[in-house]
């Protein structure tokens, strides 16, 4: 992403902490794997969101009118023999050079300059709870500035929620957020299609995700957005099962909730078909139910509606459904009241998306759900999952667990479905899986 669309974040964001305040955004820590091993370093959004910086061991700082400079990055130096070790660092020249600081300072020196730049300021935009070491640290520093108190100097009586007015930012994607997410929507679609295309009884539910994430990277994606649940007949009404060691049967569904993440930013797909590439009456009832809930809360997905009607017109098309299939009985608007879809949707029909897959962005603006904006992105995934623990289930119809997940954009005219290019009707899914058969 261009290096000028940081430098608009920041920008709007010191336009909101203002002169006297101060703004400080640590990235993640690194977690350790097993001894001397770590996981996959990947920087904390709210930081990347503002700098760009990959790198771990570093803080950004934002200081609205301070004439040496109002972004400041503390990051690790460059260290030849650390280099030759673990990579290449951009070190204190490169994070002013490529990535737009007004100055840069070592990471080791946080406690010796952070507390000056403290001084005197009547406000701190921070996120207090999220990084507790951090947190340790700030308070002290703040201590040792109060205590300078007969020096005539005092600290920040003020202390705002960063994250408060971040993440109200990071709700709306801009142009070059759009591109990118559409971008990671295009490389999951085609990695879906990979995976029916792959599909045959008898391979193990981690042999299709080795092709979901070769489908990934031979892309340009990196890495999964999240773990990538791969489910085949029982394990598709697991919500969030992410073991995928078992064997793939004939005649079973297989759930697969896969996204790749691109430039750190997230997409989210949900597509399930059947292991032989043929549905069974039973199993295309209950996805025909699913697809058109999913249909009918995507076409609420525009502008003027609030957020939480696709779940509410899921939730009818799901009732209705239900009670056609004999699950359920009475009058649906009773059914729906009463809530007796939840043994078998338990929910919610969609989430923001963004450089987190559960993206940030408050549902609610007061008590009032938030109304659909252009520029946001949402989910929408209901699904049905009946699972032989639902009591009085017929037989025919265990182990059928469906779900059915799209990015979408809310646009000015209303919506546009970023991951279209995962097939979805039944037609088009059985199509690609004999077509791919033949081949």
């Not at 990959?54 to 030849?80: K, S, T, Y």
């Not at 960063?162 to 930012?169: D, F, W």
């Not at 289930?393 to 991951?419: C, F, M, S, Y």
Request: with cysteine; hydrophobic share 35%; proline share 5%.
């Amino acid at each position: 992403m261009d290096k000028r669309e940081f430098t608009k974040r920041r920008k709007r964001l010191m336009d909101i902490v203002d002169r006297g305040g101060i703004a400080i955004q640590p990235t993640a820590p690194e977690q350790l794997r097993n001894r001397d091993v770590y996981f996959p370093f990947r920087p904390d959004s709210d930081f990347f969101y503002l700098s760009g910086f990959a790198e771990p061991e570093a803080v950004l700082v934002l200081v609205p009118d301070r004439p040496q400079g109002e972004c400041l990055l503390f990051c690790r130096e460059n260290d030849p023999e650390a280099e030759t070790w673990h990579g290449r660092r951009a070190g204190l020249e490169g994070a002013c050079e490529r990535y737009g600081a007004d100055d840069a300072f070592p990471f080791s020196d946080l406690d010796d300059i952070l507390p000056g730049l403290l001084e005197n300021k009547e406000r701190i935009y921070y996120t207090m709870g999220r990084y507790q070491d951090f947190d340790r640290r700030l308070v002290g520093w703040l201590n040792q500035v109060s205590n300078k108190g007969r020096m005539g100097v005092h600290a920040p009586d003020q202390c705002h929620s960063l994250g408060h007015y971040l993440h109200e930012m990071r709700l709306y994607k801009s142009r070059e957020e759009i591109k990118t997410m559409r971008r990671a929507a295009q490389i999951s679609a085609a990695a879906h299609r990979r995976a029916m295309e792959t599909c045959r009884p008898g391979l193990f539910e981690y042999q299709i995700e080795a092709e979901i994430l070769h489908g990934f990277m031979g892309q340009g994606s990196r890495s999964p957005a999240y773990p990538s649940i791969v489910g085949g007949g029982a394990n598709s009404c697991i919500l969030h099962y992410t073991e995928n060691n078992q064997v793939l049967n004939d005649g079973d569904m297989l759930l697969i909730d896969a996204g790749c993440e691109l430039d750190h930013y997230a997409s989210d797909i949900t597509r399930t078909f059947p292991v032989n590439g043929r549905f069974t009456p039973e199993q295309r009832a209950v996805y025909e139910i699913v697809l058109e809930a999913q249909l009918a809360a995507i076409a609420k997905v525009r502008p003027g509606n609030h957020w939480n009607e696709p779940h509410l017109a899921a939730l009818e098309v799901i009732t209705r459904g239900l009670i056609s299939l004999g699950l359920l009985k009475g009058r649906w608007r009773t059914q729906l009241k009463e809530e007796a879809f939840r043994p078998y949707y338990m929910h919610r029909t969609g989430h923001w998306l963004g450089m987190d897959v559960h993206d940030v962005g408050d549902y609610k603006v007061g008590e009032e759900w938030r109304m659909f904006e252009p520029g946001m992105v949402t989910t929408v995934e209901p699904g049905l999952y009946l699972s032989p623990i639902i009591k009085g289930l017929p037989k025919k119809w265990w182990n059928i667990g469906v779900r059915i997940e799209d990015d979408v954009l809310v646009t000015a005219q209303g919506h546009e479905v970023l991951t279209h290019g995962a097939p979805k009707t039944v037609a088009e899914i059985e199509s690609v899986m004999q077509l791919a058969r033949v081949a």
